[in-house]
């Protein structure tokens, strides 16, 4: 029991003291301010870097993307041009699905 009553009045003595000391809280507030400052300026500078890097991912994949297009655009005109009957049968026959779908 002594001992406990030996705690209890070392922690109302640190009580006393943290109450007499005010001006320690008002630096540990103000510390604390300057630590969410910092803290909020690292926030934005990763935000920022998150967003450029999405950035860039999206320009290279539509670069890669008008590519691709480019490729299927080149490869098709030449079958057109290699065979017509074939590529106006095929464009009707899409025309004829297409209508289908539509009229439903």
């Known amino acids: 029991m002594a001992a406990t009553s030996d705690a209890r009045a070392s922690a109302d003595q640190d009580l006393d ?17 300057e630590d969410i400052a910092r803290l909020s300026d690292h926030m934005k500078k990763l935000g920022s870097r998150s967003v450029s890097t999405a950035q860039r991912a999206a320009k290279e ?23 017509p009957l074939t590529a106006i049968a095929l464009a009707a026959g899409i025309g004829y699905l297409f ?3 539509s009229h439903r």
Do not use: F
């Not at 003291?17 to 301010?33: T, W, Y």
């Not at 008008?66 to 005109?77: F, I, S, V």
């Open 61 to 83: 994949g539509a670069q890669q993307l008008r590519g691709t297009a480019e490729d299927y655009q080149e490869e098709l005109a030449e079958m057109v041009r290699e065979k």
């Open 99 to 101: 209508a289908l779908i």
């Open 17 to 33: 003291r943290d109450v007499e000391n005010g001006p320690s809280v008002e630096n540990d507030i103000k510390q604390l301010r």
